[in-house]
């Protein structure tokens, strides 16, 4: 449900007697929109004026989209299975959503926000019925858009300061594995190493979308073998943006009609161990029969469970990760075949 152009922010009336929300649509006019009560104001963290500094430091705020960012909240709310996702930026006033899937909408009034009360503390916030918890009950996101559970990360630099979180959420009542807060929390960790590289290295935070491809990837085919609809669509995006050709295969038996029937070389498989229909193990096997050239790479969480994958020859993409380390593991397995062969 779209609730106003992306970028336009969604916040509840402070001046107004009626405790209307309203959307503000950047013109200075109230457009009315629902009754409810005050949200509670929220509490800040000790050291506030330096936890808005550090923030600042960061230059992160109104910065565009980008697909670093883009792909974490894709990630986290594939791994959590949840229909909304945001790194959010806990300013002053306001929460920024730097990256989002489902809300729409550019930031939210810091008091309306779950993410505020998340940056409070040095662990994951799980709110399963945020309906009948007087904190955010009265919150736009719990009242306009039905929000019914909640689980955010927060995002906590070097020197110790929450700066926002990585959060999904949920229209109807959510459980959380242990997995997945793992998961969470390294997607977490990761936005932060991305944004303490980038102020050490003063790296910008926009750039084009439009990437030079290395000359190596231009003739290079992958095999993506994956069941699922949303990672394998990330997936194959994130290649193709750097200038690979992708075959995208839903299960093993499609990824067999595409060895057998494509006339080119291919040059990777990426795929899961455990399939719907039979063994990777197996899958890789029949592969290799008509095409030895043919390298494997195993996406796994279980690596370790796994010791014949290093003496069957591949190599090992453990979860979760980032379209960027898929990335990286394929240069690394296109330069190895190049040194294996004395070309490049």
């Given at each position: 449900?779209?609730?106003?152009?992306?970028?336009?922010?969604?916040?509840?009336?402070?001046?107004?007697?009626?405790?209307?929300?309203?959307?503000?649509?950047?013109?200075?006019?109230?457009?009315?929109?629902?009754?409810?009560?005050?949200?509670?104001?929220?509490?800040?963290?000790?050291?506030?004026?330096?936890?808005?500094?550090?923030?600042?430091?960061?230059?992160?705020?109104?910065?565009?989209?980008?697909?670093?960012?883009?792909?974490?909240?894709?990630?986290?709310?594939?791994?959590?299975?949840?229909?909304?996702a945001v790194i959010a930026f806990?300013?002053?006033?306001?929460?920024?959503?730097?990256?989002?899937?489902?809300?729409?909408?550019?930031?939210?009034?810091?008091?309306?926000?779950?993410?505020?009360?998340?940056?409070?503390?040095?662990?994951?916030?799980?709110?399963?019925?945020?309906?009948?918890?007087?904190?955010?009950?009265?919150?736009?996101?719990?009242?306009?858009?039905?929000?019914?559970?909640?689980?955010?990360?927060?995002?906590?630099?070097?020197?110790?300061?929450?700066?926002?979180?990585?959060?999904?959420?949920?229209?109807?009542?959510?459980?959380?594995?242990?997995?997945?807060?793992?998961?969470?929390?390294?997607?977490?960790?990761?936005?932060?190493?991305?944004?303490?590289?980038?102020?050490?290295?003063?790296?910008?935070?926009?750039?084009?979308?439009?990437?030079?491809?290395?000359?190596?990837?231009?003739?290079?085919?992958?095999?993506?073998?994956?069941?699922?609809?949303?990672?394998?669509?990330?997936?194959?995006?994130?290649?193709?943006?750097?200038?690979?050709?992708?075959l995208a295969a839903a299960n093993?038996?499609?990824?067999?009609?595409?060895?057998?029937?494509?006339?080119?070389?291919?040059?990777?498989?990426?795929?899961?161990?455990?399939?719907?229909?039979?063994?990777?193990?197996?899958?890789?096997?029949?592969?290799?029969?008509?095409?030895?050239?043919?390298?494997?790479?195993?996406?796994?969480?279980?690596?370790?469970?796994?010791?014949?994958?290093?003496?069957?020859?591949?190599?090992?993409?453990?979860?979760?990760?980032?379209?960027?380390?898929?990335?990286?593991?394929?240069?690394?397995?296109?330069?190895?075949?190049?040194?294996?062969?004395?070309?490049?």
């Amino acid at each position: 449900m779209t609730l106003c152009d992306p970028g336009v922010s969604l916040t509840s009336s402070r001046s107004r007697t009626d405790n209307s929300v309203v959307l503000d649509c950047g013109s200075g006019d109230w457009v009315p929109g629902f009754v409810l009560g005050a949200p509670v104001k929220s509490p800040l963290p000790e050291n506030e004026s330096f936890r808005l500094e550090s923030l600042r430091s960061f230059r992160i705020l109104e910065t565009p989209c980008e697909q670093e960012f883009e792909d974490i909240v894709q990630l986290a709310a594939f791994m959590c299975d949840a229909p909304f996702a945001v790194i959010a930026f806990v300013d002053e006033q306001r929460v920024w959503f730097k990256a989002q899937i489902g809300l729409e909408v550019g930031e939210i009034s810091r008091d309306d926000s779950f993410c505020a009360h998340a940056i409070l503390q040095s662990d994951v916030l799980i709110v399963p019925d945020p309906i009948s918890d007087q904190r955010f009950m009265n919150s736009v996101l719990v009242q306009r858009i039905g929000v019914r559970f909640y689980a955010g990360i927060p995002l906590i630099t070097v020197d110790n300061y929450p700066l926002g979180t990585l959060a999904v959420m949920d229209r109807v009542p959510h459980l959380m594995t242990g997995e997945q807060i793992d998961s969470l929390q390294i997607l977490a960790r990761r936005i932060v190493g991305e944004l303490e590289r980038r102020r050490t290295t003063g790296a910008p935070f926009s750039h084009p979308r439009l990437h030079l491809v290395a000359p190596h990837r231009r003739s290079v085919t992958i095999l993506i073998v994956e069941d699922d609809s949303v990672l394998r669509e990330l997936l194959q995006r994130a290649l193709e943006g750097y200038g690979f050709s992708v075959l995208a295969a839903a299960n093993g038996a499609e990824a067999l009609r595409w060895s057998e029937q494509h006339e080119g070389t291919i040059e990777i498989v990426v795929t899961h161990i455990v399939l719907s229909d039979f063994n990777g193990f197996e899958l890789s096997k029949r592969i290799r029969a008509a095409r030895p050239e043919t390298k494997l790479l195993f996406v796994t969480g279980f690596g370790d469970q796994f010791p014949e994958l290093r003496e069957f020859g591949a190599d090992i993409l453990e979860k979760p990760f980032l379209p960027s380390e898929l990335l990286r593991k394929v240069d690394d397995i296109i330069s190895q075949g190049k040194d294996a062969t004395g070309t490049g």
